[in-house]
């Protein structure tokens, strides 16, 4: 059931409740008919008393011998005239005709708030219109999804890019800085997707990886104030741990989807999606177009921004070194560590 229809059934709800207290509970606001009986009853003793005291000569109060709950009991206001001879039958079928009132109001209030939100919709899709962008077209956000492409957005879809990678898949998913493909970091892996993106297969990937794993990877090699820089767009190059000959580029991302895939898998392969040599692509239909054969799952979110590709470190010499100029800027790095002009 939903929200919407669960509002209504608990307005009504209410309605009901009220009314049923206002005309059968004990403080209704309506005369029932055994009132007017108790008050003519009052009424006659009144007047006989009254004759009494006139005839004695008495100039007592004429109330002298009703008690005080029978005089409160006359005096208290009752409600409304126009109820007096009010009914049971009467009070259910009031009862009733104001909860349908209260139900055809509720409904129709839905009703005009489903027509606003249909109209806003349209009127966002018709000033798009001349927009070639797909990320700015509602009904093709939706329209991408299927077995192929999942939606990033939802734990389901999220599970699904895990689970594909945790086997060793092969997946295309928006990262932090752009679309990337990514795979558990091994040697399968990365023959893939060389081969995908037609590579020099002599040129390494960036890892991107949680901190725990990042610290793994690296080791004692970099220093505590590189690894201050992270979560961030910056790629830093160093010597892995361990094996002192042999380079990493690695990379913590600040990016909250992207980290929960990590959190799976603790650190992946991420290199943008495109033929090596050609501009990445950020066009999820131009991205199934081209690889959606070639790889085992695309994840998509229609509400990522993405930034410029990731500033590339080399922390390998010192001072350190700029190898590309992305979205962590050189004036932000000079104030924290040595670079070379």
Same mark, same amino acid.
């Given at each position: #059931?939903?929200?919407?229809?669960?509002?209504?059934?608990? /307005?009504?709800?209410?309605?009901?409740?009220?009314?049923?207290?206002?005309?059968f509970g004990e403080k209704s606001l309506f005369k029932?008919? @055994? #009132?007017?009986?108790?008050?003519?009853?009052?009424?006659?003793?009144?007047? @006989?008393?009254?004759?009494?005291?006139?005839?004695?000569?008495?100039?007592?109060?004429? %109330?002298?011998?009703?008690?005080?709950?029978?005089?409160?009991?006359?005096?208290?206001?009752?409600?409304?005239?126009?109820?007096?001879?009010?009914?049971?039958?009467?009070?259910?079928?009031?009862?009733?005709?104001?909860?349908?009132? +209260?139900?055809?109001?509720?409904?129709?209030?839905?009703?005009?708030?489903?027509?606003?939100?249909?109209?806003?919709?349209?009127?966002?899709?018709?000033?798009?219109?001349?927009?070639?962008?797909?990320?700015?077209?509602?009904?093709?956000? *939706? +329209?991408?999804?299927?077995?192929?492409? /999942?939606?990033?957005?939802? $734990?389901?879809?999220?599970?699904?890019?895990?689970?594909?990678?945790?086997? &060793?898949?092969? +997946?295309?998913? !928006?990262?932090? %800085?752009?679309?990337?493909?990514?795979?558990? /970091?091994? *040697?399968?892996? =990365?023959?893939?997707?060389? +081969?995908?993106?037609?590579?020099d297969p002599n040129k390494n990937f960036i890892v991107?990886?949680? #901190?725990?794993?990042?610290?793994?990877?690296?080791?004692?090699?970099? %220093?505590?104030?590189?690894?201050?820089?992270?979560?961030?767009?910056?790629?830093?190059?160093?010597?892995?741990?361990?094996?002192?000959?042999?380079?990493?580029?690695v990379r913590v991302p600040n990016d909250d989807k992207?980290?929960?895939?990590?959190?799976?898998? &603790?650190? #992946?392969?991420?290199?943008?999606?495109?033929?090596?040599? @050609? !501009?990445?692509?950020?066009?999820?239909?131009?991205?199934?177009?081209?690889?959606? @054969?070639?790889?085992?799952?695309?994840?998509?979110? !229609? *509400? =990522? /921004?993405?930034?410029?590709?990731? %500033?590339?470190? *080399?922390?390998?010499?010192? !001072?350190? $070194?700029?190898?590309?100029?992305?979205?962590?800027?050189? =004036?932000?790095?000079?104030? $924290?560590?040595?670079?070379?002009?």
């Amino acid at each position: #059931m939903t929200s919407k229809k669960l509002i209504m059934l608990a /307005v009504l709800a209410l309605c009901l409740i009220l009314l049923f207290a206002a005309l059968f509970g004990e403080k209704s606001l309506f005369k029932t008919r @055994e #009132m007017l009986l108790k008050n003519a009853e009052l009424e006659e003793s009144i007047s @006989e008393v009254s004759y009494k005291n006139a005839r004695l000569g008495k100039s007592y109060k004429v %109330t002298e011998n009703i008690s005080d709950s029978d005089y409160d009991s006359f005096y208290r206001p009752s409600g409304n005239e126009f109820f007096a001879e009010t009914t049971t039958a009467r009070k259910v079928l009031i009862s009733l005709g104001c909860s349908g009132v +209260a139900v055809f109001i509720v409904l129709l209030l839905l009703v005009l708030r489903k027509r606003r939100i249909s109209l806003a919709n349209n009127e966002a899709i018709d000033d798009e219109s001349d927009d070639n962008s797909f990320f700015n077209k509602r009904n093709a956000k *939706d +329209a991408i999804f299927d077995d192929k492409v /999942v939606d990033m957005r939802t $734990k389901e879809g999220l599970n699904k890019v895990c689970d594909t990678i945790a086997v &060793g898949g092969v +997946a295309i998913i !928006p990262c932090d %800085t752009v679309y990337g493909f990514c795979s558990l /970091v091994n *040697d399968a892996a =990365k023959e893939r997707i060389t +081969a995908i993106k037609e590579r020099d297969p002599n040129k390494n990937f960036i890892v991107v990886a949680t #901190m725990q794993k990042a610290k793994h990877l690296l080791g004692k090699n970099i %220093t505590n104030d590189l690894y201050s820089l992270w979560p961030s767009p910056l790629t830093i190059i160093g010597y892995r741990a361990g094996n002192g000959d042999e380079k990493i580029a690695v990379r913590v991302p600040n990016d909250d989807k992207l980290n929960n895939v990590l959190n799976c898998v &603790g650190a #992946m392969y991420s290199t943008s999606v495109n033929i090596s040599g @050609e !501009p990445p692509l950020d066009d999820i239909r131009a991205i199934k177009a081209r690889f959606g @054969e070639r790889v085992d799952i695309i994840g998509y979110d !229609p *509400d =990522k /921004v993405f930034s410029a590709p990731s %500033t590339i470190l *080399d922390a390998s010499v010192f !001072p350190f $070194k700029i190898v590309r100029q992305g979205a962590y800027p050189r =004036k932000d790095l000079e104030e $924290k560590i040595s670079l070379q002009d």
